[in-house]
């Protein structure tokens, strides 16, 4: 009986101590699952709204891109990110702003705002070990810009889906984009291929030229979708009809107005014609100027449709002509000098062998594009920017794609960091 009551009472005490040895490990195992979570779960919290903030901020950046040019002149931008703080329970002290980024991939860029949120979580268990309460924070980058485009082919299987033959070949500060899946999706075989901003191809490459001057050409990209999906047509009811004929100019002086033409717009020959600024819609024929035409048409968009009249045209500038076009400056169509129906494969050529400057976008995501350069390089710009189905450039001079100031508005608002 006296050794049985011996070993429980030393039983017990052992016990008592080991408890007492584990009762700090037990209780930050505890305060590592409770505060743990709950932090993580801040954590998330903190980031989503941070995210939020930044994309905030990036959508303002964008809506005043064309007084501001990414620059948050009057603080709205500073002011969007802080009310979507404020909005989740963080109060504007715990924000900071700034315009462009202090830190990270995108420090100094215009355009981009970088948000970080500080914010503190009360600890429970882990306060008795710790002492302190947790510190929570989280950064997130946005961007707000116009899309920076400058030529995406969208066919998704085609050889030679962006094919470079000419002799020089220039595309002036913008991506270059083949969605084709081909192991030849791109093919140059031009004396120089300047482009000094990223080239994607979904597919391969075949380079046979002498010279490349380009940035690192990355190859197995995903492809990316039509950024201008959303583009409205223009609205052809309450278009006022300037032609209920195919226009034919030929041999004279005309001034033409937006509206639409049914039959399409022809100029040949020596004529010198002149396009008020606004909308041109082309219900069938087409847009064709060829001979020794000279155009002129500044603030102007042509639009290629359908007519269940007359039989769709394609877009053609040719001839020995002088063709000039610039885009809107402000609407819908900001940017764009031309505009096909979606649906329509009728081709677009560029081939005179005047002097020729289009300096709008040229979107027509079911057609094949000619360019053909018989100048200098950046005598001739064979258009802005194109989204279309495939491209070619040909030709013994250069090929010049430039959209300088008047991009398409087009946003490019995410967040990047």
């Known amino acids: 009986m006296f050794l049985k009551n011996s070993l429980s009472r030393r039983r017990t005490g052992a016990v008592l101590v080991k408890v007492a040895i584990c009762l700090p490990v037990l209780i930050g195992i505890l305060a590592l699952n409770l505060d743990g979570g709950r932090m993580y779960d801040e954590r998330r919290r903190l980031q989503s709204t941070a995210d939020a903030a930044a994309l905030a901020a990036g959508a303002d950046l964008y809506e005043n891109y064309w007084d501001n040019k990414g620059k948050d002149v009057y603080g709205t931008a500073r002011t969007a990110a802080e009310k979507i703080a404020v909005a989740n329970g963080y109060p504007a002290s715990a924000v900071t702003v700034n315009i462009p980024p202090q830190s990270g991939t995108y420090t100094g860029l215009p355009g981009h705002a970088e948000v970080l949120i500080d914010a503190t979580l009360q600890a429970s268990f882990g306060r008795a070990i710790t002492g302190a309460n947790m510190p929570v924070s989280a950064r997130a980058v946005g961007k707000g810009e116009p899309l920076k485009f400058g030529i995406i082919t969208l066919n998704p299987s085609m050889?030679?889906?962006?094919?470079?033959?000419?002799?020089?070949?220039?595309?002036?500060?913008?991506?270059?984009?083949?969605?084709?899946?081909?192991?030849?999706?791109?093919?140059?075989?031009?004396?120089?291929?300047?482009?000094?901003?990223?080239?994607?191809?979904?597919?391969?490459?075949?380079?046979?030229?002498?010279?490349?001057?380009?940035?690192?050409?990355?190859?197995?990209?995903?492809?990316?979708?039509?950024?201008?999906?959303?583009?409205?047509?223009?609205?052809?009811?309450?278009?006022?009809?300037?032609?209920?004929?195919?226009?034919?100019?030929?041999?004279?002086?005309?001034?033409?107005?937006?509206g639409v033409y049914k039959g399409g717009i022809k100029i040949k020959?020596?004529?010198?014609?002149?396009?008020?600024?606004?909308?041109?819609?082309?219900?069938?024929?087409?847009?064709?100027?060829?001979?020794?035409?000279?155009?002129?048409?500044?603030?102007?968009?042509?639009?290629?449709?359908?007519?269940?009249?007359?039989?769709?045209?394609?877009?053609?500038?040719?001839?020995?002509?002088?063709?000039?076009?610039?885009?809107?400056?402000?609407?819908?169509?900001?940017?764009?000098?031309?505009?096909?129906?979606?649906?329509?494969?009728?081709?677009?050529?560029?081939?005179?062998?005047?002097?020729?400057?289009?300096?709008?976008?040229?979107?027509?995501?079911?057609?094949?594009?000619?360019?053909?350069?018989?100048?200098?390089?950046?005598?001739?710009?064979?258009?802005?920017?194109?989204?279309?189905?495939?491209?070619?450039?040909?030709?013994?001079?250069?090929?010049t794609i430039d959209l300088k100031e008047n991009p398409p508005r087009v946003p490019d608002v995410r967040v990047v960091e």
């Open 159 to 258: 050889s030679g889906a962006f094919t470079n033959n000419a002799l020089v070949f220039a595309l002036v500060g913008r991506p270059l984009i083949v969605n084709s899946s081909s192991p030849q999706a791109l093919k140059s075989s031009s004396l120089v291929m300047l482009s000094l901003n990223r080239i994607d191809v979904t597919g391969g490459v075949s380079n046979t030229g002498l010279l490349s001057l380009t940035m690192k050409v990355r190859t197995g990209v995903r492809p990316t979708l039509d950024p201008l999906a959303f583009l409205p047509i223009p609205d052809t009811a309450s278009a006022p009809v300037r032609s209920p004929t195919p226009k034919v100019v030929n041999g004279l002086v005309a001034t033409l107005q937006p």
């Open 269 to 399: 020959g020596v004529s010198t014609v002149v396009m008020a600024p606004g909308v041109y819609i082309m219900e069938g024929g087409g847009f064709q100027v060829e001979g020794l035409a000279t155009v002129l048409g500044l603030g102007t968009m042509v639009y290629n449709t359908t007519s269940p009249t007359y039989a769709s045209g394609p877009i053609a500038v040719s001839g020995l002509g002088k063709v000039v076009m610039t885009a809107p400056l402000s609407g819908t169509y900001q940017g764009f000098n031309f505009f096909q129906n979606r649906g329509l494969a009728q081709p677009i050529s560029l081939t005179g062998l005047g002097l020729t400057t289009i300096t709008g976008a040229i979107y027509a995501r079911s057609a094949h594009v000619d360019l053909n350069g018989s100048v200098a390089i950046g005598l001739d710009i064979l258009g802005g920017a194109y989204v279309v189905d495939s491209l070619t450039s040909s030709g013994i001079g250069g090929v």
